[in-house]
């Protein structure tokens, strides 16, 4: 009796060792996963314009070291597409004339690093340091003092990924707003503007990501029923006013780009039908219509509401933010 109780007690403590290796393997998957997430997020190099008295050839070197910082924290850049950015504003400190033959400008540049929004100007971290150049003129005294920033500061590692924590968990926080937003400009019609505003929040905030690819959808479908009826509408006025060969064609043009997925694609044919007749009564001439395959295809949804996402995206300036994000 004694044996068997000290067997199944064996088996016991055996059977809760592995549930707590379990467990913590289960665990560090959840923490590898957040991390990734983390992992997932791109920045854009951005320097405004409007920074004092900042040289213009000095940009290039600034661009080229903070390009150098993500590069070196192993951090993916999307200058096209990327609605956060790592920026920087310089502001001298000090500026002297050294008691040299010849004399060399000595500068004292405090810079401030900055992880944001590049759109709506909100900053999520920052790191200043300072840093000094000497040169024959206040160029090469800006370019020499820029030179000398350390790529590998760790203050860089704590910028990015404290950056990168707080872009998440500021749209797991905001997003049934973000979502609140895109429909209330759907209702204004300006579907462009509400796509971008779902699709630019990163998948990286794995959440508000997927509630926000729910959310495009019908505002994509909208958009394309919108479409149509505005094209239509084109295109029966053109060849209304022309009723020829020419006026067919150019008809046709503007009806090719509508999508077949939307909701008045089934007036086009009907349409082609008594464009073709006429053209053949009026100029003796065969036409036809010929379908763009290539539009509406599903393989091609989610693709063509990234691209109206990011279109809208790359035709807003990012300098309108300069003063609200420092």
Do not use: H
């Not at 004092?52 to 290039?60: D, I, L, S």
């Not at 850049?77 to 609605?83: A, F, K, T």
């Not at 929004?117 to 820029?146: C, H, Q, R």
């Not at 006026?247 to 780009?257: F, G, H, K, V, Y």
């Amino acid at each position: 009796m004694n044996l068997k109780f000290e067997k199944m007690k064996k088996f016991t403590i055996l059977l809760a060792l592995v549930c707590i290796m379990c467990f913590g393997f289960v665990q560090a998957q959840n923490t590898e996963g957040k991390l990734n997430d983390k992992g997932r997020l791109t920045l854009a190099v951005w320097i405004p314009d409007q920074i004092e008295n900042f040289p213009a050839a000095a940009r290039n070197t600034l661009e080229n070291k903070l390009s150098q910082v993500l590069t070196d924290q192993g951090i993916s850049s999307d200058p096209y597409s990327s609605r956060f950015i790592v920026s920087a504003n310089v502001v001298m400190l000090t500026k002297s004339i050294t008691p040299t033959s010849p004399p060399m400008q000595a500068y004292t540049l405090n810079i401030t690093f900055y992880i944001g929004d590049g759109y709506e100007g909100k900053s999520f971290a920052s790191y200043s340091i300072t840093s000094k150049g000497v040169g024959e003129n206040e160029t090469k005294a800006y370019m020499n003092a820029l030179k000398s920033i350390k790529t590998n500061d760790p203050g860089f590692k704590t910028l990015i990924e404290k950056g990168k924590t707080k872009i998440i968990e500021y749209f797991n926080t905001k997003c049934d707003f973000i979502i609140k937003e895109a429909k209330v400009l759907e209702g204004q019609n300006q579907f462009d503007e509400a796509i971008w505003k779902l699709t630019s929040v990163p998948d990286a905030c794995a959440d508000c990501w997927n509630k926000c690819m729910d959310a495009v959808q019908p505002i994509f479908q909208q958009k394309i029923d919108w479409e149509c009826q505005s094209k239509l509408a084109e295109a029966k006025n053109i060849w209304s006013a022309g009723q020829n060969y020419g006026a067919a064609d150019a008809a046709a043009r503007i009806l090719s780009t509508i999508d077949p997925e939307s909701s008045c694609y089934k007036e086009i044919k009907p349409l082609t039908d008594r464009i073709a007749k006429r053209v053949l009564e009026v100029d003796n001439r065969e036409w036809k219509f010929v379908v763009d395959k290539e539009i509406g295809l599903e393989r091609d949804r989610i693709k063509a509401i990234r691209d109206i996402g990011v279109a809208y995206g790359n035709g807003q300036t990012k300098t309108i933010i300069y003063k609200s994000l420092w």
